[in-house]
């Protein structure tokens, strides 16, 4: 008890310390999981599952052997960047599989290696009509963006969904564009 009474102050301003510790890591915890985009651990679950089912794609080559064809174009816009985009056309059928997405989307870097920082999921629109949506669809909780042209010769009216599991986005998990980062 005299341990106590003389260190009184020495304890109490380590239990403040202890509590600043907690309220930071707390904040930090719910900051990150904002900055991810969701703090739903069902959500999470699924991102986890797309991470883990993509995880292998970091080497481009898996994915061009699995498959995957370049755009070739570092995409970007002053609303941020979205980078070169790999598609799988047999994945493009109007199915949803979290650990299949359409298109893996890759950062070149300035020594031309190639980074991946989100999956994209697309769905072509049922009725091709631009001014109807009635079929969009939902994946992560998410609505997909669209019904939205084309962006090349072939491309059908379509929706998407990007997922940015591999690159912090501060806009959002499943927004277009990535504020922070840009083509070299």
Excluded at 22 to 32: E, G, K, P
Excluded at 73 to 98: A, F, N, R, W
Aim: aromatic letters at 8%; hydrophobic letters at 40%.
């Amino acid at each position: 008890m005299n341990f106590y009474r003389s260190n009184r102050r020495a304890v109490r301003r380590a239990g403040v310390s202890v509590a600043l510790v907690l309220a930071a890591s707390a904040l930090f915890a719910a900051t990150t999981a904002a900055a991810r985009g969701t703090t739903d651990p069902d959500t999470n679950k699924q991102l986890a599952k797309a991470r883990r089912a993509t995880a292998r794609y970091h080497d481009v080559r898996k994915a061009e052997a699995a498959g995957y064809i370049s755009t070739v174009e570092c995409v970007s816009s002053p609303q941020g960047t979205m980078g070169v985009h790999y598609v799988k056309p047999s994945l493009i059928d109007g199915t949803l599989d979290i650990e299949q997405p359409e298109v893996l989307v890759y950062l070149p870097k300035r020594n031309g290696d190639l980074r991946l920082v989100a999956v994209e999921y697309m769905v072509p629109d049922a009725d091709q009509d631009l001014a109807t949506d009635a079929d969009r669809p939902v994946l992560f909780g998410s609505g997909f963006d669209g019904p939205m042209p084309g962006h090349g010769p072939g491309m059908p009216v379509h929706y998407d969904l990007h997922a940015w599991v591999w690159q912090p986005n501060p806009t959002g998990m499943f927004e277009e564009w990535n504020p922070t980062i840009s083509c070299p």
